[in-house]
């Protein structure tokens, strides 16, 4: 059974930084691609990076520049280092599998604000 839990979120100001981890288990970690998306409130899940297996990594236009999705494989740990973070980056960030979003944990709160 696949198993993801997503941490790390909390309450940064404006062009502040967070590092988001995701702890995956329940399956081989290190032969699937990932993502990470995430839901504003009042709005549908937004997918915001991924990364293959064998590393390469893609973003949406809002995360290029600013957001670094990475993985360690060893620790089957899925992490996305948020920089210049804005008001409207706000939102429940989801680590899951590329390609079913279903897949994804729980959760964890981003919130932008001064």
């Known amino acids: 059974e696949v198993q993801l839990v997503e941490s790390g979120g909390g309450l940064v100001q404006p062009g502040g930084s967070l590092r988001l981890s995701c702890a995956a288990s329940?399956?081989?970690?290190?032969?699937?691609?990932m993502s990470w998306v995430r839901q504003a409130p009042g709005k549908g899940l937004e997918w915001v990076s991924g990364?293959?297996?064998?590393?390469?990594?893609d973003y949406a236009g809002f995360a290029k520049g600013r957001f670094t999705i990475s993985r360690d494989n060893t620790q089957n740990t899925l992490y996305l280092q948020l920089n210049s973070l804005k008001t409207e980056d706000s939102a429940i960030y989801y680590c899951?599998?590329?390609?079913?979003?279903?897949?994804r944990g729980q959760g964890t709160q981003v919130t932008v604000s001064s």
């Open positions: 899951a599998l590329r390609n079913d979003w279903s897949s």
């Open positions: 329940g399956f081989p970690f290190s032969t699937y691609a």
């Open positions: 990364i293959t297996v064998g590393g390469s990594r």
